[in-house]
């Protein structure tokens, strides 16, 4: 069954040649659905003014500006970072030339072909504007349209460049297909070079959600996570240098919360890289230093989960404890937190005790509370090992009616039906068609949600 603390160990190398007007490669250094996709092969000898034959939606003149929200964060430690809109961002006016960010050869063709016939043809209307493609989940128009743009239209600024490639990684990596977005990135070359600096400021042009993208895609790509892991330290550093130069509060605060952010990503970087301890004793550093009550109750649940994949239960049991110090901050921490509270982890200790039955009641008198999605999913999974699986079924199929189709409930429906039934297969296609169709008739109620899923959520692979 699919418990949710699965990490991705898939690295992947290429070489790559820059032209002389990207910046060159730093050294590193140790320390701290079905339509067409116009990126075919075809394209990549045609100058980036070329059209697009095939596109599959309408590319307006220009990207809009409107901001657009991410269902990911950095909250979750296995999240992408969000893009996120502030007035502190530098300015991206430069006479720098860019035009090696658009020649039609950055950018692959994406495949689906382990995307489920239900989910080939997307709910979006063609012609819908990127930032509504994104801010829905249609992310696989989304990639396919920030490529289009940046291909063919010839008037776009820096930051509309910079803001659609950004578009463009994120959206490959949230629809499973990081390893193209890590070929992808490393058309930037080096974000830490000169050639990024503004010949005014001297502040570096790239927006900082780009940068710290760029980051983790680069390292994948080069299979090396220990550079990623250096380039979030060489970025914390320069985020601690904004905040010592500043004398503004808010821009003292903003990247301040960068910085935080900074450190989720280098120990999920670590979990990655299958060092638990070291993730383990980062984040717990994170969680002592913090005087933030609501902030560490989180980091203290990311420990105690860390300990429970570990299988240091009495750790985990301590964790789980460790945030409700301040009685009073706990309680407020929690109610915005609620999958941090206690009534949460004591059951998922119960589960890695294989203590099934006290696991079930517990579970049991959460189904009425705020977490009664959580509950009723890992309700169960404890009873299907503890052999009600007729009742395991109709909590899940119950789920899946009110349309909380996310991966592990799929995944573990799917499971329940090869384990139950011969011809498993059409029941799995038959799922994956009743989530297709929720998602369609709810789209204003599932606003921000992936609308497209992968053959892997429904075990058709």
Same mark, same amino acid.
């Given at each position: 069954?699919?418990?949710?603390?699965?990490?991705?160990?898939?690295?992947?190398?290429?070489?790559?040649?820059?032209?002389?007007?990207?910046?060159?490669? *730093?050294?590193?250094?140790?320390?701290?659905?079905?339509?067409?996709?116009?990126?075919?092969?075809?394209?990549?000898?045609?100058? /980036? #003014?070329?059209?697009?034959?095939?596109?599959?939606?309408?590319?307006?003149?220009?990207?809009?500006? #409107?901001?657009?929200?991410?269902?990911?964060?950095?909250?979750?430690?296995?999240?992408? *970072?969000?893009?996120?809109?502030?007035?502190?961002?530098?300015?991206?006016?430069?006479?720098?030339?860019?035009?090696?960010?658009?020649?039609?050869?950055?950018?692959?063709?994406?495949?689906?072909?382990?995307?489920?016939?239900?989910?080939?043809?997307?709910?979006?209307?063609?012609?819908?504007?990127?930032?509504?493609?994104?801010?829905?989940?249609?992310?696989?128009?989304?990639?396919?349209?920030?490529?289009?743009?940046?291909?063919?239209?010839?008037?776009?600024?820096?930051?509309?460049?910079?803001?659609?490639?950004?578009?463009?990684?994120?959206?490959?990596?949230?629809?499973?297909?990081?390893?193209?977005?890590?070929?992808?990135?490393?058309?930037?070359?080096?974000?830490?070079?000169?050639?990024?600096?503004?010949?005014?400021?001297?502040?570096?042009?790239?927006?900082?959600?780009?940068?710290?993208?760029?980051?983790g895609l680069q390292a994948l790509?080069?299979?090396?996570?220990?550079?990623?892991?250096?380039?979030?330290?060489?970025?914390?550093?320069?985020?601690?240098?904004?905040?010592?130069?500043?004398?503004?509060?808010?821009?003292?605060?903003?990247?301040?919360? *960068?910085?935080?952010?900074?450190?989720?990503?280098?120990?999920?970087?670590?979990?990655?890289?299958?060092?638990?301890?070291?993730?383990?004793?980062?984040?717990?550093?994170?969680?002592?230093?913090?005087?933030?009550?609501?902030?560490?109750?989180?980091?203290?649940?990311?420990?105690?989960?860390?300990?429970? *994949?570990?299988?240091?239960?009495?750790?985990?049991?301590?964790? #789980?404890?460790?945030?409700?110090?301040?009685?009073?901050?706990?309680?407020?921490?929690?109610?915005?937190?609620? /999958?941090?509270?206690?009534?949460?982890?004591?059951?998922?200790?119960?589960?890695?005790?294989?203590?099934?039955?006290?696991?079930?009641?517990?579970?049991?008198?959460?189904?009425?509370?705020?977490?009664?999605?959580?509950?009723?999913?890992?309700?169960?999974?404890?009873?299907?090992? #503890?052999? /009600?699986?007729?009742?395991?079924?109709?909590?899940?199929?119950?789920?899946?009616?009110?349309? /909380?189709?996310?991966?592990?409930?799929?995944?573990?429906?799917?499971?329940?039906?090869?384990?139950?039934?011969?011809?498993?297969?059409?029941?799995?296609?038959?799922?994956?068609?009743?989530?297709?169709?929720?998602?369609?008739?709810?789209?204003?109620?599932?606003?921000?949600?992936?609308?497209?899923?992968?053959?892997?959520?429904?075990k058709l692979g």
């Amino acid at each position: 069954m699919d418990n949710g603390l699965a990490f991705a160990n898939q690295r992947h190398s290429r070489n790559i040649s820059y032209s002389n007007r990207t910046p060159l490669t *730093r050294r590193i250094t140790k320390g701290p659905l079905e339509v067409e996709d116009p990126i075919a092969p075809s394209l990549t000898s045609q100058a /980036h #003014t070329s059209t697009t034959e095939a596109a599959a939606v309408p590319i307006p003149p220009t990207p809009s500006s #409107t901001t657009t929200a991410n269902p990911l964060s950095p909250t979750n430690p296995l999240a992408v *970072r969000p893009r996120s809109r502030s007035p502190l961002l530098p300015s991206t006016a430069t006479t720098k030339d860019l035009s090696f960010l658009l020649h039609p050869s950055n950018f692959h063709k994406i495949s689906q072909t382990d995307v489920p016939p239900p989910f080939r043809s997307t709910p979006a209307a063609p012609g819908t504007p990127l930032p509504v493609l994104h801010r829905e989940g249609h992310y696989y128009r989304a990639a396919l349209l920030a490529a289009s743009s940046l291909i063919t239209d010839s008037n776009l600024s820096p930051k509309q460049i910079f803001e659609l490639l950004y578009v463009r990684l994120a959206s490959l990596t949230l629809i499973n297909q990081t390893p193209l977005a890590g070929k992808e990135s490393l058309v930037l070359g080096d974000i830490h070079s000169p050639f990024y600096l503004s010949d005014d400021t001297g502040e570096c042009i790239l927006p900082w959600e780009l940068r710290v993208l760029a980051v983790g895609l680069q390292a994948l790509e080069a299979g090396d996570a220990k550079r990623g892991v250096q380039g979030y330290y060489d970025l914390a550093v320069y985020a601690r240098m904004r905040i010592r130069d500043s004398s503004d509060a808010e821009v003292k605060g903003l990247w301040k919360a *960068r910085l935080r952010d900074l450190g989720i990503w280098a120990g999920n970087t670590l979990i990655e890289m299958g060092d638990l301890e070291a993730g383990k004793r980062h984040f717990e550093s994170l969680a002592n230093a913090t005087a933030n009550a609501e902030e560490k109750k989180r980091l203290s649940s990311w420990v105690a989960m860390l300990c429970l *994949r570990m299988g240091d239960l009495e750790a985990a049991r301590a964790w #789980t404890s460790s945030g409700d110090d301040d009685h009073e901050a706990g309680e407020t921490a929690t109610k915005s937190l609620p /999958h941090t509270k206690n009534d949460i982890l004591n059951p998922l200790l119960a589960m890695t005790s294989g203590n099934y039955e006290n696991a079930v009641s517990e579970w049991r008198a959460l189904l009425n509370s705020p977490h009664a999605v959580l509950a009723k999913q890992n309700l169960a999974v404890c009873l299907l090992y #503890t052999g /009600h699986l007729p009742e395991t079924t109709l909590l899940l199929s119950q789920l899946i009616a009110t349309n /909380h189709a996310f991966h592990a409930l799929t995944f573990n429906l799917a499971t329940v039906y090869e384990l139950s039934m011969d011809k498993s297969r059409e029941k799995k296609m038959q799922l994956a068609e009743r989530v297709a169709e929720g998602l369609r008739r709810d789209r204003d109620e599932v606003d921000g949600r992936m609308m497209e899923r992968r053959n892997v959520d429904f075990k058709l692979g």
